[in-house]
């Protein structure tokens, strides 16, 4: 089973890197961007077969190490 | 004072604790691996600054997670002096010991020079030995500084005395131009900056000694 985890700053946290990217794009001629955000996207091989299993084996991952929950969001999808 | 630094991949200032530590104790420090499991006891650990584990995933997040940090927390959560500087901070936000986390620099840059810090609170050990709102200048090098926690967190940390030190002036972006912080019981202090690099004038300074001597005047 392969879990694809998204990593994003909370909504409030200052990303300095995703204002570089909104600044970068508007001055290539890229108008309409609003806001960029920049996050992490991981992605795991499990070899748990039971979804549920995997599922919070991989919930536990995030919240001790993937994410710093501080500052970060996250979002898993199970395939 | 019997003080211990830990080592980590990457670490790149432990020689400089290490030699601050022996010229202002007289005893050479413990070096720890990050693979040991336990050491000596010590009346004071030191977490270096460096790029360990080469910022991995954050800058701290494999450190925190490693074997010698979970001596180290339990330690730290007894009441040992244990002292994060830049990479060390990021390690101790990391474990949770420390509250907020440090993100990139609003700035984008490296900022890499002498700043001027003001001393917040002076009744905690690390600080004893500066006047309450004095201003000292202590090196930063640093490009994940930007100090972070939320409002509720800032309010209760301010209001508790937990804001060791903040930046005279905007370097990084850092809420509320916070430099170091210590923990609830005062025991635990992280902070950007680098003390152990202005211990004497031929440093630039000796700002940074007074940190470690008052750390050894709170253990008598």
């Not at chain 1, 609003?34 to 992490?40: I, L, M, N, S």
């Not at chain 2, 972070?148 to 990084?172: H, M, P, S, W």
């Amino acid at each position: 089973m392969k879990a694809r985890i998204h990593v994003t700053l909370k909504n409030g946290v200052l990303d300095p890197q995703g204002k570089a990217i909104e600044h970068a794009l508007s001055n290539m001629g890229f108008d309409g961007v609003d806001e960029a955000r920049q996050g992490k996207y991981i992605e795991l091989d499990l070899s748990e077969t039971d979804r549920a299993k995997a599922e919070a084996a991989v919930e536990e991952m995030c919240r001790k190490l993937i994410a710093n929950t501080v500052i970060e969001n996250y979002s898993i999808e199970l395939e | 004072m019997k003080s211990a630094v830990i080592v980590f991949p990457g670490s790149n200032c432990d020689r400089d604790m290490a030699v601050a530590l022996e010229k202002i104790t007289g005893h050479k420090p413990l070096m720890v691996w990050h693979q040991d499991y336990d050491f000596d006891t010590v009346d004071f650990i030191a977490l270096p600054g460096g790029f360990s584990y080469g910022d991995y995933l954050r800058c701290g997040a494999m450190s925190a997670r490693s074997h010698i940090m979970k001596e180290v927390v339990k330690r730290a959560n007894d009441g040992v002096p244990t002292f994060g500087v830049c990479n060390g901070f990021q390690i101790l936000t990391e474990t949770g010991v420390l509250p907020g986390a440090l993100m990139r620099n609003a700035g984008l840059h490296f900022v890499c020079k002498d700043v001027e810090l003001t001393v917040e609170n002076n009744g905690t050990m690390f600080t004893s030995g500066y006047e309450a709102g004095s201003s000292i200048t202590v090196p930063v090098a640093h490009h994940d500084g930007n100090y972070f926690a939320d409002k509720e967190t800032l309010d209760r940390i301010e209001g508790e005395g937990q804001v060791a030190f903040k930046y005279g002036e905007n370097i990084n972006g850092a809420q509320r131009q916070i430099a170091g912080v210590t923990n609830a019981k005062g025991n635990v202090l992280g902070m950007m900056p680098h003390p152990e690099r202005m211990i004497e004038p031929a440093l630039g300074g000796s700002d940074g000694r007074v940190l470690f001597e008052s750390v050894m005047n709170s253990l008598g």
